[in-house]
Structures are given as C-alpha cells and as structure tokens.
C-alpha cells in the first residue's frame, strides 16, 4: 500500500520535472526516469499512459500531436502553470521529509 | 518485418469499448512506445522475433486495461473530484482488500489493545442484542393470527367501577353481536383447567371453552377436522373437543385416527372433531406452561334473570377499513340504547376495548424500553470507551500516519484506512456479542418472569441479526470516525517536525469530553437502577397479609357434569379438606376459590339501615369463597370475631367475614361485628358479620387493598378451587401424599399449580426483580466501563507528562502534589460528568415513575448516594495511575526524549 502512494504521489513530481524544461513524448519520459535513476527508478509503464491522462485531465499538463520532418507524428507533453504551481508544492513537501528523515534518521539526500 | 503494432494494441484494448476517436489516439500512442522498446531491443542484437516478445511482454495488459478504463470513463467527472479519486484511490476493491489486510495485521500486532477492545465491544453489543430479542418477541413481533391487528379486547366499562373495565354480561353480548356493523365477527372465551382421562392417571390441563366464531375470529381454523358449529355451541349440544397440535403428539401420538374418536374430560365423553396447527394455543398465548391444549363449545345459557353476572371474555375482529375508534363510538352508541332499555343493570355502562396486541405488551412497554435504553447507554460507553483506546493509538501511529499523508494519501484514504480497522473491530466484536447474546437469551427465558407473554419466543431471528448488523455498523461509525478523522486532518510538516515524542495533544480535549459523557451515562444507569433497588427493597417489606412460609397450595377442578349440584361440591371438598387435615406435617387445611395476589372478582352489596339511594350504584366489594380453616391456613389474622362453622360453611349460612378495610371505610368508629349486610338483589337474606380479618392484597403488592369480604364456601361453592395447606415442614414435600389423599376420594381428580405460599409472593414480586436485577446489572457494567475509560485517559495523561512531573519532582515536588495533580485532573472529568449525569437523571428518571413503588424519581437520597459511588469509583480509578506518578524517577523522566 505504502508502494502505491510513493508512486503516485512521486511519479506525477518525476513527470512534471521532466517536462518543465521542454515538452517530452512518453516513451522519452519514462527512459529519462530510468536512466537518471540509474534504473532505481522504475514501474509498470503500462501505468505511463494512463497516469499522463489524468494529469492531463487534471490540468496539469497538456498533450499535443506533433509531426516533426521525416517522423511519424508523437504526442508531446508540456507542463501547464498550474502544473508548474504543483511541481513547486511537492518539491517542498519532499524536501520537508528528507529534512525529518534526516533528523530522525540521519539521512543526507544527495 | 515490422510488426503491426496500433493492431496488437488496438485487440489488446478492444475490450474497453472506448469512443472511437480516442481509441485512435490512444492506440496510435501506446503502439509508439511500443515500436521504440522494439527497435531498442533489436539494436540490442534481439532477433525480431525476440524484439517482437520483449516489447509486447514489457507491458502488463490488465494493468493498462484497468488503469485506462478508470481514467477514460465514459462520463467526465469534475477535476477536483478525479483528483480526489487519484488521491484516495477510489474506492477500488484492491486497496479495500489491502485496507483489510492492513488493518488486521495493525491489529494483530498489538493483542493487549485489540483485546480490550474486542471484549468491550462485545460486552456492549451482546447485552443489547439480549434485551432487544426479548423486546422484538414482547413487543415488536405480530401476533402470529392472519392479520393480527384487526383483532381487539372488549371489556364492558361501569361507572361505578371508576371506569375500569370489567368482563361483559352474555346478553350484552349477544346485543353487540347481533347489532354491530364494525366486526367480522364477535367471540367469548372463557379459560379454565379440565381433567383429562388418560389411561388410569388423570392429567390437567388448560383448556378454554368457545363460542363457536372464535376461530374465525382469531383467524385460525383446524389444520385437521373442523371448528364447532352453531348447533354444538348451543345449550345442550353435543359433547366436542378440539385437541391442541403438541398434546395430540404428546399423548396421542399424531394418529389422525384420533379424530372422531372419544375423549374422557372431567368424568365425560367428548368427541374429538379437530386438532389445531402446531404453535396455536390462545387463549394460553405467551406465558410457559399455561398454553391452552382443549377447546370446547361455550353453550353459553341466557341468564334465568335479569342481564345476569360479567364473566365473558369477549374478542372481536374488525371488518376490513374500520378502526378501533370507529368500533368503539358505535358499540358505545349501542351500549347507550341497552342502558335505555335496561336501566337497572346497564346504567352507565360502554365498551372498553384494544387491540389484541396491545392487551399483551401494554404494560410491559415501559420497562423493556426502559431496559433497552439502558443497553444502549452501556453501549454508548462502550463505544467512547474504545474511541478513547483508538484516539490513544492513533497518537502512536501519528508519525506513520503523517509519513503516509506527506507521501500523497489523502485524508479520505487514511479515514477509511483507520474506519476499516474499526470495522474489523467490531466484526470480531460483533461476533462475540453475538454468542454472549445466544446465551444472554437463554438465561432470560429460563429465568425471566413467568407472567411476561412471548417471553419464551425471545431468540436471535433475523431482525434482532439484522438490528444487530445495523448496531455495530453505527458503533463502528461512532468509535471511530471521530479519532480517524481527527488524525487523518493533522498537518503532517507539523507532525513530522514535532521531534521523537509523540504530542497526540490534539486527541486530549476529545478523550477527556468522551470521559465526561461515559462518567454522565454511568451516572444515568446508577441513578435508575438505585431506584428501582430502592422501590424493589420497599416491595419486599410490603406485607402480604399471610404468612408466606409453611403454605402449600394446589389447584381443584370439580367437573361440574360430575359435581352438578352446589351440594355435591359442598360435600366432596369439605372430605378431601378433612382427610386432608390428618396428613401427618398438616396443621390446618382450607381452601379459596382465589388466592391473595391472584386478582379480584367483586360483587356488589348494601348494609343494612343504609339503602342504596333511588339511581345510586351498588357499592362494590371484592370478595373470596372460603372454607373454615382458610384464614389459619394462610396465616392471615382474624382481628375480630371468628371464622366460619363447617354448618355455616358446608350446609347453610346467614354469615359473612369481612376485611379490614370494609370495616374502616363503613364503620370507621364501632365494631361492625353483628351488623348485617347483603350481596344479593332486594329479596336476598342479610348476612350477619362474624369476623373482620385482617387486610390481604388482592391484586399484587402494589396495589391498595379495597373493600373486600369473605363468603362461606355453600354461598358459592365454585367448581374451582385452591387448596392451602399449613405445614412446619417442608411445604413440597406434602404434595404427593396430598395428591394420593385426594385421588383415593376421587380417582379421577387431577391437582394442578403445586406451588407454595412463598413461591406465590415470589411470583408477585418476580417482574420488578428481574427488572431491577438488569438494570443493576448494566449500571455495574457503565461504572466498571467508565472507570476502567478514565483509569486509561488519567494513565496516558500521566504518561504524557511523565517530563513534566519529573522536573516538578526535582524542583521539590512531594508525592502528595504528584497525587493532587493527577487525581485533580481527574476528579475535574469526573465531576462535570457527575453533574451531567444528575441532570440528565432529574430529567429522565421521571419516566420511570411507574415502575417504581413508595420512592419519588428524583429521590434525593439516592441520588446522593450515587454521586458518592461514582466519585469514589473514579477516586480509586486515578489514584492508581497517580501512585504510579509519584513513583517516577525526576532523573529518567527528564532524561527521556
């Protein structure tokens, strides 16, 4: 139960992060997560899509098709301000927690 | 060769039937991301094949497959409200069952708290599941006749009997049968016990004799044979018997050859012609060992003269549409038009009527709803009792609790975490509640009251399980929604920067309010219950008017075919009393036709030199049949006079006894001892007084004894009589040489009631006994609760300050100061409780007047009394926790983080 909430309350942080300096595909998202991760990172990425269609619904981000020269068309995902507003909130809230973690735990976050 | 991706995808997907236009989008996009994990893998040396698998098998498909169809739902919920399902995680059945999982394994790790909670709880909900069966059978249940509710008591009601009602004379009856418009059909019963020919051993029984509509009235017909005609219902009719469905098993085997058949009932031959369904034993109804098992044919006789005595028991049931309202105004329209025609006899005279439901329960709905408040205040308790338990572990858990909020739960996903642990409570609860209740109703029906009806059909049907469902859902709400969401609303940065102690100050104020109120309820219970205490204490010391050890009674039925003439009964009882008396252990043998306590029947009567004047009322008496040695059988005193002769009691009498009452009332200053007075109309002889005994209760404990006399047994001589014997020895211990006595003068005599004279008083005090006992039992039950509640607030109190209390002990703090601390903390709980309690008592208790005999409701010195309890109570529950306080060391305490 505990896994369920890390990944949904972390995920949504992960994927507004990615996109906040420039729009990204799905596929680009979740092989970014992996590889900064170093593979610590890592679910179901038939959770990807679903997930990146309620922050979409959500507001959080917004979905467009764009059909670059030569390739097939992708959708790209750019960050909305209220999605910037949000990424803001929980980049505290994270750091608030490693900060208790750290005194109670003596944990020093990279 | 590439494989068809957005095909694979789109058969993948086909099953959530999305709008066409987004499935496109959709398989369009996931086909992307599938052909880039392709291509990947085949630039990692994969075969295409191999490439193919990889990308396919990286997907798990029932996981896209549920997570899409939330999302992509055919409706558009509002943005916050998908956020809010985001957050809590909806209401998927896989976090409930991890919910579950979850919650019993929280459970399971500490067994002391789950324990204690479980037990509480069960205790709470067992008890009122117990007093609730008993209330759904007296109460609640539908009488089991078709269509009970249309079927009503009717008594006649006369002014000269303060309104109160009284059986109805044959040809009123017959009147208000003929003229009615309102009923289906109008019926009179009358309940008596037969001997019943079995072999060489007679046995008796109950039975009733019927008119002949009776069953068409209580809307149950023979299952086997027929019911009575109007020809066998008439004076002289044929001799007919309908046999009850458990004495045909019993003592006939179920052989339907019985039917036709001859039955030998008081020395005469009735033909069997019916037997009813199984569990059909009006008018016996409801009360054990008195159910009804031979019906007869009423034969009713018009009287000689006049309108005759009251006697019927009259039932009636509605026609479809009327009322008890309506019926009553026309049988009082009809009952005015008699009283013009008769106006000698039916001066004054209306119908009385109920329903048949309310002529069961109408006395007893007060203290079963008595009764089943107080369960549920010991309910109540319970439930902030546990509250109290949770709102303390709460506060352990507050660090999970925030960890989890901080991690994206929300404040409904962690209510419902902590209300599905309470749920898993109370289902454990519930369950031991349940079993405690099975055997809760066993001991009540064993040993309740005799004269509650239905009683013996209290058990755990499926509206009490379905009440009891409905219970512990509520209970659950009740303990734990308010800690859940008191916990689940904290500000878990403020949680987390609290440091290692856990603060749960927030919980404080809600524990101690819930103290208060358990202290309150207890209080409530105590109060009532020593009421009742009190008012059962000034029952027992209600003096009966006889001596309730050494007595030994039995009950006579002379067959009236038998013993036709007055004589013939006169002779027979005054051999079987004369035998009687050489019994060896017997001192005096006599007989009544009613024993004290078991009601009235009441005559009218004049004195002598003081005519009724012209439309004046008769005055009215209650009176006995007696047999000489009555009065030194019962032990009741004669205070003046004497007792009857056997000539005046046996043959013929000019003689009458009087009660004390009577004597105060009529000749409050000389001795009524030679005045004369009559029972009869103008022509009949006047009666000498020959003694004054003293008073009896007539009519339970409670009651004010009334005018009352005593006849000789020749006035009467009723077929039914209660034999009492006066003995030093054991009084049971008679009974079977008595019974052998009496079948040796007539072999064909069945003696039934063998009882005792303090088994009589017992059986009139047995209702408010077992009243009081309950309720004392759950009083005990809310201050045992309650304190055990404030013992845990004071003992995590002390815990929390455990810092505090160091340090005051190292500034030069005494144990005393430890002590007054602590117990004044909770002393203060306690007496805002106290005074909430007192007042809700000054309130309450006043609905339980009734109930009580010789004490007022706001009794002051009970309510004293109680006070004193509950303060000591609660003294004892803080000064525990208190001694542990001072106890602390101030070095540990300020050491500890």
């Known amino acids: 139960m505990l896994g369920n909430e890390v990944k949904r309350g972390s995920t949504e942080m992960l994927i507004l992060a990615l996109v906040e300096d420039r729009p990204r595909h799905g596929y680009e998202i979740a092989k970014l997560i992996e590889e900064r991760s170093d593979g610590v990172l890592q679910f179901h990425v038939a959770s990807l899509y679903p997930l990146l269609y309620r922050m979409e619904k959500r ?5 467009t098709w764009v059909e670059k020269a030569g390739q097939r068309r992708r959708r790209f995902y750019k960050v909305t301000a209220q999605g910037k507003k949000v990424l803001t ?7 608030d927690f490693f900060a208790a973690l750290d005194r109670v735990a003596k944990i020093n976050p990279a | 060769m590439n494989p068809n991706w957005q095909q694979i995808v789109r058969d993948r997907l086909a099953v959530l039937r999305l709008p066409p236009a987004r499935e496109i989008e959709i398989v369009e996009e996931v086909a992307l991301h599938l052909e880039a994990i392709y291509e ?15 990308a396919v098998q990286s997907y798990d498909w029932r996981l896209l497959e549920c997570e899409l169809s939330r999302v992509e739902r055919q409706w558009q919920p509002p943005a916050a409200t998908l956020e809010w399902l985001e957050r809590t995680g909806g209401m ?3 976090s409930l069952w991890q919910d579950l999982r979850f919650g019993a394994r929280m459970l399971l790790k500490q067994p002391g708290f789950t324990l204690i909670a479980v037990i509480t709880l069960a205790l709470g909900i067992g008890a009122t599941t117990a007093i609730f069966s008993v209330v759904n059978a007296v109460l609640l249940r539908p009488l089991p006749f078709a269509q009970a509710e249309h079927i009503v008591r009717l008594w006649e009601s006369l002014p000269q009997s303060s309104g109160l009602r009284v059986a109805v004379r044959y040809p009123n009856f017959q009147d208000w049968r003929q003229q009615n418009q309102a009923f289906t059909h109008l019926a009179a019963y009358r309940e008596d016990g037969f001997n019943l020919q079995a072999g060489v051993e007679a046995r008796r029984l109950e039975g009733a004799r019927v008119t002949a509509d009776f069953f068409n009235v209580m809307g149950v017909q023979p299952a086997q044979g027929r019911a009575f005609s109007a020809q066998e219902d008439a004076p002289g009719g044929e001799r007919v018997v309908i046999l009850s469905h458990a004495l045909w098993q019993q003592s006939f085997g179920g052989d339907a050859q019985w039917l036709g058949r001859q039955l030998k009932v008081d020395g005469q031959n009735y033909t069997v012609v019916g037997i009813m369904p199984s569990g059909f034993s009006f008018p016996g109804f409801g009360y054990a060992n008195e159910e009804t098992h031979l019906w007869f044919p009423y034969a009713l006789e018009a009287p000689p003269t006049g309108r005759g005595p009251h006697f019927l028991r009259v039932l009636g049931r509605l026609k479809t549409g ?10 009082d329209t009809i009952a005015q038009r008699l009283e013009q025609s008769y106006p000698d006899t039916n001066k004054g005279s209306r119908v009385f009527m109920i329903p048949l439901h309310e002529f069961f329960s109408d006395e007893l709905q007060r203290p079963l709803y008595v009764l089943l408040s107080a369960v549920l205040f010991v309910l109540l308790i319970a439930c902030a009792n546990v509250a109290n338990l949770l709102l303390a572990r709460n506060a352990a858990r507050e660090r999970e609790l925030a960890v989890r909020a901080s991690l994206g739960a929300g404040r409904g996903r962690l209510v419902r975490q902590l209300l599905t642990e309470s749920l898993l409570l109370v289902t454990v609860g519930g369950t031991g509640g349940l079993l405690l209740a099975a055997w809760g109703v066993t001991l009540l029906t064993k040993f309740g009251p005799r004269d509650i009806p239905r009683l013996q059909e209290a058990t755990l049907d499926a509206s009490v399980l379905g009440f009891t469902l409905v219970v512990s859902v509520l209970t659950a709400l009740i303990f734990g929604l308010a800690p859940a969401w008191q916990r689940a609303g904290l500000d878990p940065n403020a949680a987390l920067k609290a440091g290692a102690r856990v603060t749960g100050g927030a919980g404080q104020h809600l524990r101690k309010s819930l103290i208060v109120v358990e202290v309150a309820l207890a209080m409530l219970l105590l109060v009532g219950a020593g009421l009742m205490l009190k008012s059962f204490v000034a029952l027992q010391q209600v003096a009966p008017g006889f001596d309730a050890q050494g007595g030994l009674t039995m009950e006579l039925n002379l067959p009236p075919e038998k013993y036709a003439k007055p004589e013939q009964r006169a002779s027979l009882l005054e051999q079987m009393l004369t035998r009687l008396r050489t019994l060896p252990g017997v001192a005096f043998a006599g007989a009544t036709h009613r024993l004290p306590l078991r009601g009235n029947s009441a005559m009218g009567f004049e004195i002598e030199g003081r005519p009724i004047a012209e439309g004046q009322p008769r005055l009215r008496a209650n009176y006995r049949a007696i047999t000489p040695e009555y009065f030194r059988a019962m032990g009741t005193p004669l205070i ?7 000539e005046e009691a046996w043959r013929k009498t000019s003689a009458i006894i009087i009660n004390q009452t009577l004597a105060r009332r009529h000749w409050p200053n000389e001795n009524p001892i030679g005045k004369r007075l009559r029972t009869g109309g103008n022509n009949s002889p006047w009666l000498e007084i020959i003694g ?7 009519n339970g404990l409670t009651a004010e004894v009334s005018d009352g006399f005593y006849v000789a047994y020749v006035a009467s001589a009723a077929p039914a009589m209660t034999l009492v014997l006066r003995t030093d020895t054991d009084p049971l211990s008679l009974a079977a040489t008595a019974t052998a006595e009496i079948r040796r003068i007539d072999a064909e005599q069945a003696l039934s009631g063998i009882n005792t004279l303090s088994g009589l008083l017992n059986e009139a005090t047995a209702q408010p006994r077992f009243n009081t006992a309950l309720l004392g039992l759950f009083a005990l039950l809310a201050l045992v609760l309650a304190a055990v509640g404030i013992y845990g607030v004071i003992a995590y109190a002390v815990a929390q300050r455990t810092q505090e209390i160091g340090l005051r002990m190292a500034l030069g703090a005494q144990a005393r100061d430890v002590l007054r601390l602590v117990i004044g903390q909770g002393m203060k709980l306690a007496l805002f409780g106290i005074v909430l309690g007192l007042g809700g008592a000054w309130a309450l208790t006043r609905l ?3 109930l009580l005999f010789k004490v007022s409701p706001t009794d002051w010195l009970t309510f004293a009394g109680i006070s004193v309890l509950v303060t000591l109570t609660v003294l004892l529950a803080c000064y525990l926790p208190a001694r542990r306080a001072t106890k602390v060391d101030p070095l540990i305490a300020l050491r500890s983080e």
């Open chain 1, 59 to 63: 507001g959080l981000i917004k979905g």
């Open chain 1, 89 to 95: 909130e929980q980049r505290q809230t994270w750091s």
């Open chain 2, 40 to 54: 990947d893998a085949h630039a990692d040396g994969l075969s295409e094949a191999e490439a193919q698998a990889c």
């Open chain 2, 92 to 94: 998927r059945m896989e």
């Open chain 2, 322 to 331: 009327a009322t008890v309202e309506q019926a009553r105004t026309e049988l």
């Open chain 2, 640 to 646: 003046a006079g004497r007792t009857y002769t056997d």
């Open chain 2, 692 to 698: 004054v005994a003293a008073d009896a209760k007539e």
């Open chain 2, 848 to 850: 339980m007047g009734t």
